[in-house]
């Protein structure tokens, strides 16, 4: 995703954004384990999608009394044509938000397979020399 539509979805998003501090240390080592230090690594026709989903997820949080930074998401990218989102939750929540997380993040995952990464038009999931991406016929050039 270009830098400006990341930053706009970090803005909105406190659960999106790098933390403080993303690696851990031990002793002499370092090891990186905040992977949104390289951004959302999709493309920008999915930047709907994940707004949405990011509305969503605060929603499901405010309704049963948790903030927004109950929840801080790991990495989101493409992978195999898909959108991916890793999330891990910072507090104690229950079994039935953590339920309603996965669930919204399964569904955005799904529709991401029939949306275009480029542009947001209904896409295809396709895969051309073992590489799968989703896209309309018009940013596949077809």
């Known amino acids: 995703m270009n830098k400006e539509n990341t930053a706009k979805l970090m803005e909105k998003y406190s659960f999106l954004r790098v933390a403080e501090d993303p690696f851990i240390r031990k002793g002499n080592e370092s090891m990186l384990y905040d992977l949104m230090l390289f951004g959302i690594e999709t493309g920008d026709g999915w930047y709907n999608l994940i707004d949405n989903l990011c509305a969503t997820i605060v929603k499901t949080l405010k309704e049963e009394g948790y903030s927004e930074d109950t929840i801080k998401a790991d990495q989101v990218k493409e992978k195999f044509g898909g959108l991916r ?32 990464e480029v542009c947001g038009k209904v896409g295809k999931l396709e895969e051309a020399n073992s590489w799968y991406s989703t896209k309309c016929d018009e940013c596949r050039g077809v």
């Open 85 to 116: 989102f890793y999330y891990h939750f910072e507090k104690e929540v229950s079994k039935e938000v953590q339920q309603r997380i996965s669930e919204v993040i399964g569904m955005t995952e799904e529709q991401s397979f029939r949306t275009c």
